[in-house]
């Protein structure tokens, strides 16, 4: 009986081939869910908006570009044969943005879209390099990190600008001397 030996390099290849669809898989999925969550709170937030331009802008930008991600998440999970998890809806259906209004919602959206995006890109940028040998892979993270660093610019911005000087800030309705404020 003759048997049949994979070279050394083959094996490593074929190893690194399935961490590769682990990385792939695990990455997929929490994009899947980051995808998911920011769509339904932006929904949440232009809802919310009223005639608050930036906070409608900043809503239905964030909305469309997750929306374009999940796009190539599905494109990508398809092409490299792997199964999406689903998404936890709990954190949506269960987020206290819902119950809150005017400056209070304005703060609590921005800071969660704050903590949220230097989630996604710790996680993107965690993940450059580790697809080397996937170049459809390698190219959706180098294609999201800049995307996920703008929403962070954005989301920061507008939070110091909601915080210091919109009127439904308490802070700014004391009358003070030479503050931003205004009388009641």
Same mark, same amino acid.
């Given at each position: 009986?003759?048997?049949?030996?994979?070279?050394?390099?083959?094996?490593?290849?074929? #190893? @690194?081939?399935?961490?590769?669809?682990?990385?792939?898989? /695990?990455?997929? !999925?929490? @994009?899947?869910?980051?995808?998911?969550?920011?769509?339904? $709170?932006?929904?949440?937030?232009?809802? =919310?908006?009223?005639? !608050?331009?930036?906070?409608?802008?900043? /809503?239905?930008?964030?909305?469309?570009?997750?929306?374009? !991600?999940?796009?190539?998440?599905?494109?990508?999970?398809?092409? =490299?044969?792997?199964?999406?998890?689903?998404?936890?809806?709990?954190?949506?259906?269960?987020?206290?943005?819902?119950?809150?209004?005017?400056?209070? #919602?304005?703060?609590?959206?921005?800071?969660?879209?704050? =903590?949220?995006? =230097?989630?996604?890109?710790?996680? #993107?940028?965690? /993940?450059?390099?580790? #697809?080397?040998?996937?170049?459809?892979?390698?190219?959706?993270?180098?294609?999201?990190?800049?995307?996920?660093? /703008?929403?962070?610019?954005?989301?920061?911005?507008?939070?110091?600008?909601?915080?210091?000087?919109?009127?439904?800030?308490?802070? !700014?309705?004391?009358?003070? $001397?030479?503050?931003?404020?205004?009388?009641?």
């Amino acid at each position: 009986m003759i048997k049949k030996m994979l070279p050394i390099g083959a094996l490593a290849i074929a #190893f @690194a081939g399935s961490a590769w669809a682990q990385d792939a898989a /695990a990455l997929l !999925n929490k @994009a899947n869910q980051m995808n998911y969550e920011e769509t339904e $709170t932006a929904k949440i937030a232009h809802d =919310k908006a009223g005639d !608050n331009q930036a906070m409608l802008t900043y /809503a239905d930008t964030i909305k469309g570009d997750h929306e374009a !991600n999940e796009e190539s998440v599905s494109a990508l999970s398809r092409q =490299k044969s792997i199964k999406l998890e689903g998404t936890n809806t709990d954190k949506v259906e269960k987020s206290p943005l819902k119950d809150l209004k005017g400056g209070a #919602f304005n703060e609590a959206y921005l800071g969660d879209q704050v =903590k949220g995006h =230097k989630e996604a890109l710790s996680t #993107f940028k965690s /993940a450059q390099g580790q #697809f080397k040998g996937d170049p459809d892979m390698e190219l959706y993270v180098q294609q999201t990190i800049p995307v996920l660093q /703008a929403h962070l610019k954005m989301a920061e911005n507008l939070k110091n600008h909601v915080s210091e000087a919109s009127p439904e800030n308490p802070a !700014n309705n004391k009358s003070t $001397t030479g503050g931003m404020g205004t009388s009641p």
